[in-house]
Antibody, heavy 115, light 113 residues
Framework: EVQLVESGGGLVQPGGSLRLSCAAS????????MNWVRQAPGKGLEWVSY????????YYADSVKGRFTISRDNAKNSLYLQMNSLRDEDTAVYYC????????WGQGTTVTVSS | DVVMTQSPLSLPVTLGQPASISCRSS???????????LNWFQQRPGQSPRRLIY???NRDSGVPDRFSGSGSGTDFTLKISRVEAEDVGVYYC??????????FGGGTKVEIK
């Protein structure tokens, strides 16, 4: 079964850091690009970041550029999002999604930035 | 950035009746490779999003055939031929033609009257 499982969310103070993980299974992870997409409470979907299959191409939304870093370890079938200098407005459920056209999504992990 | 505008915001529907959601883009979504990268996603209450339709009109595996997508250029539609109780949720369109960034519509909430 194709599956994505996010982890690493939690409560963090403004200015703090968190590292999210997304564990992939049931498909050849190294063949697919990946995305992080977030959803603030009661709001719509917002694309956060993209990484190509080989990590050669990386993009970020302007809202997180310079603060977030996407990476992957194809040997461990895992995707990561290092989030630094967190702000209140980063509070959201963070999803990993497979491929540019996002055909498979994880269940999400909740990040709460609050003092 | 390409702006995706969905309407209506909320769509109350009677069970068994059709429903239609509109998605308009601020520029044509025809890619230089000839494809149009417009997806539709369903998000049921308390669940993560699920892709229903890709490249305008292609249904994903396991998606009931009561769901259909159509459109071209800047104007797209998701139709549900006969709404069932399990169709309640929020529907989003998303473009993958002019990126980064990938952009989503604001969502349309489908509810039962």
């Amino acid at each position: 079964e194709v599956q994505l499982v996010e982890s690493g969310g939690g409560l963090v103070q403004p200015g703090g850091s968190l590292r999210l993980s997304c564990a992939a299974s049931g498909f050849t992870f190294s063949s697919y690009s990946m995305n992080w997409v977030r959803q603030a409470p009661g709001k719509g979907l917002e694309w956060v970041s993209y990484i190509s299959s080989s990590s050669s191409t990386i993009y970020y939304a302007d809202s997180v550029k310079g603060r977030f870093t996407i990476s992957r370890d194809n040997a461990k079938n895992s995707l990561y999002l290092q989030m630094n200098s967190l702000r209140d407005e980063d509070t959201a459920v963070y999803y990993c999604a497979r491929g540019l056209l996002q055909d498979v999504w994880g269940q999400g992990t909740t990040v709460t930035v609050s003092s | 950035d390409v702006v995706m505008t969905q309407s209506p915001l909320s769509l109350p529907v009677t069970l068994g009746q059709p429903a239609s959601i509109s998605c308009r883009s601020s520029q044509s979504l025809v890619h230089s490779d000839g494809n149009t990268y417009l997806n539709w996603f369903q998000q049921r209450p308390g669940q993560s999003p699920r892709r229903l339709i890709y490249k305008v009109s292609n249904r994903d595996s396991g998606v009931p055939d009561r769901f259909s997508g159509s459109g071209s250029g800047t104007d797209f539609t998701l139709k549900i031929s006969r709404v069932e109780a399990e169709d309640v949720g929020v529907y989003y369109c998303m473009q993958g033609t002019h990126w980064p960034p990938l952009t989503f519509g604001g969502g349309t909430k489908v509810e039962i009257k």
